[in-house]
């Protein structure tokens, strides 16, 4: 049975940093792909950032690029997400996804995290 456990969240004042960690648990995190999406109450949830099953490859929603830095550490099952420069619109429950897949589209991963909520005062 795959599970993911998200940690990281919290209450931080815009321009400060956040880092959420991802421990992934019945595959190993070098045979899955993995993701972090993001959801406001009464919204969709939306893509942040995905990286590939070996870790060389990632890709961000436009508003994060260059403050956001997902990245995994496969020896420990565990994918991150740094987030610097954080903006009050940052705010969001984030939760992590696993799949094969290479992809930012939430349909396609099989395997997510119950979340932790990140909020960002201004």
């Known amino acids: 049975q795959v599970q993911l456990v998200e940690s990281g969240g919290g209450l931080v004042q815009a321009g400060e940093s956040l880092r959420l960690s991802c421990t992934i648990s019945?595959?190993?995190?070098?045979?899955?792909?993995m993701g972090w999406f993001r959801q406001d109450p009464g919204k969709m949830r939306e893509f942040v950032a995905t990286i590939n099953k070996g870790g060389e490859l990632a890709s961000y929603r436009d508003s994060v690029k260059g403050r956001f830095t997902v990245s995994k550490d496969n020896a420990k099952n565990t994918m991150y997400l740094q987030m610097n420069s954080l903006k009050p619109e940052d705010t969001a429950y984030y939760y992590c996804?696993?799949?094969?897949?290479?992809?930012?589209?939430?349909?396609?991963?099989?395997?997510w995290g119950r979340g932790t909520q990140v909020t960002v005062s201004s």
């Open positions: 019945g595959r190993p995190s070098s045979s899955v792909a």
């Open positions: 996804a696993a799949d094969y897949l290479y992809t930012d589209d939430p349909r396609e991963y099989s395997y």
